[in-house]
């Protein structure tokens, strides 16, 4: 089939990859334009440089509604794939292609509509994910569903690294969806609106750890903020990274005094942290404005007196 692909970050590279490797013929690649990023420094984006590399003719536009639709038609493609392009189509261009536009959904849809659902799905401690292949519609993530893949989230996954094994699921459904379509067997079922879930968008100041959540709740958040915008609370002052947790378990040693939510304790060599429910969340890797990365341990036996200090979220 001649495809036009639409997508923009690393999530999308391998759903371009295996479209080309499938034999289709891809007649353009569609992606944000090119912005300034670390000093100011001009970038291509992950799929613009994926698509120099496979030889493939790249498009940018500002406002795909306003610029693009008379080039994207000259093209003459059979279907037109998104993947996280990062721009809302309008109804002309979800009719410029026969077969539409299929659209390549990190969440098993309709819940986690949106533009993070692998993080939220995560933090919300689900235990199974997926790939959706839908038919987009105007709506966001509201078109009818072609296939689904699921993903079981491993315990101790970060929302990076299921963001990884995602990208490859997401390359081998769009596949067999394109298999379907031009073999005339493709076939849509409408979302069930009754269990549609939404959230929204990740931000910088999306990682402010709120410690009066469960030791589980919070573990779940350092994962699904891991790698970005990571899990962060303040240090004497610092912006204190935790990256990595754990709950501490009712029959591990700790001390009978009072903490506050938010209160360090050093239990036996351990560094925790008071939560909600009366727990403790024990801290496994952290990392102070101005260092490294570290294990917990390491960090102790640069700062000795930790016991009783109080962390913000401010």
């Keep these: 089939m001649k495809v036009i692909f639409m997508g923009t970050p690393d999530f999308a590279v391998p759903s371009l990859e295996a479209i080309v490797s499938a034999g289709h013929e891809v007649v353009g690649v569609v ?10 420094v ?4 992950p799929v613009k440089s994926k698509a120099i590399e496979l030889g493939l003719k790249v498009f940018q536009y500002e406002k795909i509604r306003l610029e693009g639709k008379d080039e994207l038609r000259a093209l003459g493609a059979d279907v037109m794939v998104t993947c996280a392009y990062g721009q809302i189509l309008d109804e002309e261009l979800l009719s410029l292609a026969p077969f539409g536009v ?42 009818d569903i072609m296939l689904q893949k699921e993903v079981a989230i491993l315990p101790d996954e970060t929302a990076g690294e299921l963001f990884d094994r995602l990208a490859v699921k997401g390359g081998e459904a769009i596949v067999e969806a394109l298999a379907l379509a031009e073999s005339g067997n493709a076939r849509f079922t409408p979302q069930d609106e009754s269990q549609a879930t939404w959230f929204p968008m990740f931000t910088k100041d999306s990682g402010k750890i709120d410690f009066s959540k469960s030791a589980e709740e919070l573990v779940n958040f350092i994962r699904g903020t891991n790698p970005w915008p990571s899990a962060f609370c ?24 009072y903490y506050a939510v938010g209160e360090t304790a ?26 490294k990365r570290m294990t917990a341990e390491e960090f102790m036996r640069g700062h000795n007196d930790l016991n009783g200090v109080m962390l913000a979220n401010e």
């Design 102 to 143: 299929l659209n390549v959904h990190a969440s098993l849809l309709p819940k986690y509509r949106g533009s993070s659902p692998i993080q939220w799905a995560v933090i919300n401690g689900e235990k199974v994910t997926g790939i959706t292949v839908m038919k987009t519609a105007l709506g966001v993530d509201t078109g």
């Design 234 to 257: 303040r240090l004497d002052g610092k912006l204190f990274k935790i990256w990595k947790a754990r709950k501490l378990g009712a029959d591990e040693p700790s001390t009978r005094r």
């Design 266 to 291: 050093t239990f036996f060599g351990k560094l925790c942290v008071a939560c909600g429910k009366g727990e403790f969340l024990v801290l496994l890797e952290v990392q102070l404005e101005g260092g």
């Design 31 to 40: 992606t944000q334009p090119d912005r300034a990023r670390n000093r100011g």
């Design 42 to 45: 001009v970038s291509y984006c």
